[in-house]
């Protein structure tokens, strides 16, 4: 069984370009979290997706967004990078009823030069 | 507002001794807590969870967790450190209004040989 996994595993943007990133749930989960995690800190939530429809939402601006597919994948996409936003960037993902048993995947280390 | 404070940034112990990585949270009522690991270049993983079942938490890889409301605490503990345990670790807890997880900075466990 294919735990959570995330693509790319490194990738370095410049200042102002847009990324993608994209995060494979667990088998039999459906709920797909994001956070993002600064070096040397803990993660910080970004936003939580249930039903293809984001259903809560951390204190991060407009310019993260996402996308959750009807086969519970999902996507992360950030505009306009900045360079504060160079970080770790992990997806998790439950259960709906779970949401708090989190199964976390390597994530995607962004560099914004 | 619900958090939890971490005490220790580092901690260093010798392989064979004792560990305790300590963590106060601040909540309204009955938090749920748990503790993550983080392997360098690998995905976090949930180590223990506390939902107001016993309080003493046994988790895996011979660690523990004891829940004390009268000191607000949910100290990490495993009676014989490893070399493998060296790694980053999180304390967290559970918003009450809308479940989601709310991160401690991390407390980086250092094992002597």
């Known amino acids: 069984d294919a735990g959570v996994t995330q693509s790319p595993t490194h990738l370095i943007k410049t200042r102002g370009q847009q990324v993608t990133l994209r995060c494979s749930p667990k088998s039999g989960h459906d709920t797909v979290s994001w956070y993002q995690q600064a070096l040397g800190q803990g993660p910080q939530f970004i936003f939580q997706?249930?039903?293809?429809?984001?259903?809560q939402r951390g204190n991060f601006p407009d310019r993260f967004s996402g996308h959750q597919y009807p086969n519970y994948s999902s996507e992360l996409n950030v505009n306009a990078l900045l360079l504060g936003d160079s970080a770790l960037y992990l997806c998790?993902?439950?259960?709906?009823?779970?949401?708090?048993?989190?199964?976390f995947g390597p994530g995607t280390r962004l560099t914004v030069t | 507002a619900q958090s939890v404070t971490q005490l220790d940034s580092h901690v260093s112990v010798s392989e064979g001794t004792p560990v305790l990585l300590r963590c106060n949270y601040s909540?309204?009522?009955?938090?749920?807590l748990f503790w993550y690991v983080q392997h360098p270049n690998k995905g976090l993983q949930l180590l223990l969870k506390?939902?107001?079942?016993a309080t003493l938490v046994k988790g895996i890889n011979g660690f523990e967790a004891e829940f004390k409301k009268s000191e607000t605490s949910f100290h990490l503990t495993k009676p014989s450190a490893h070399m493998s345990d060296a790694a980053e670790y999180f304390c967290?807890?559970?918003?009450?209004?809308?479940?989601?997880?709310?991160w401690g900075a991390g407390t980086k466990l250092i094992i002597k040989p």
């Open positions: 909540s309204s009522y009955s938090p749920s």
């Open positions: 967290v807890v559970r918003r009450d209004s809308n479940y989601q997880l709310i």
């Open positions: 998790a993902s439950s259960t709906r009823l779970a949401t708090y048993e989190q199964y």
């Open positions: 997706y249930y039903e293809e429809e984001e259903r």
């Open positions: 506390y939902t107001s079942a």
